[in-house]
């Protein structure tokens, strides 16, 4: 499997993870606006497109597009759940960067699926939604509960992040991958 960029120098290293970070958490934002009414908990959203743009992110950015992820969801931790305490909050950072390098490595290496995302079918998107949805949330929510952040709603604030987790990123892998042959006829 390779990286998809390769060998960066450490200045393009930096440049890379903070675009990264900016665009996870300006798609937070983004979702927060268009979806707000749609949060079942602090926690958990019926549609959550942070998700998609995290998978976007390690599948052009690899490793660099994991640290842009736990940066962003960092600051995102401070500035929207202050109250949790800093371990909470970095450790929900480091498993929002994981859970969706972890779903490119199982994409790639289990399943098969290339790892250049213009030559991704939409059956592979769907299934990268998939896993990324599925291993985001448990760990999440294995995460939650040990620190002990859920009440006794566990099994339906799981079963809500999952489904906010796969609509929002197929939402937005959809989108992108509808939106790329539209710019390509407008760049021409």
Known sequence: ?????????IPQSIK????CAVLYWSTYWVNQLLFSALHFSWAATW??????????LVLTCGVWGSIGIVLASALLGFQVHENLGANIIMVTALISGLAPY???FI??????ITDTLEALKWSDLLRLSFI???????LHQIWYSWADLVGEDWSEQTWVMFSGDFLGSMLLLY???WLKPLLKRTSN
């Open 107 to 112: 994409g790639l290496k289990g399943l098969g």
């Open 16 to 19: 890379v993870v903070l675009l």
């Open 175 to 177: 989108f992108l991958k």
């Open 47 to 56: 549609i959550y497109l942070p998700t998609g743009m995290r998978l976007v």
């Open 1 to 9: 499997m390779s990286e998809p960029i390769d060998t960066p120098s």
């Open 132 to 138: 990324c949805s599925i291993l985001n949330t448990l």
């Open 102 to 104: 972890l779903a490119r």
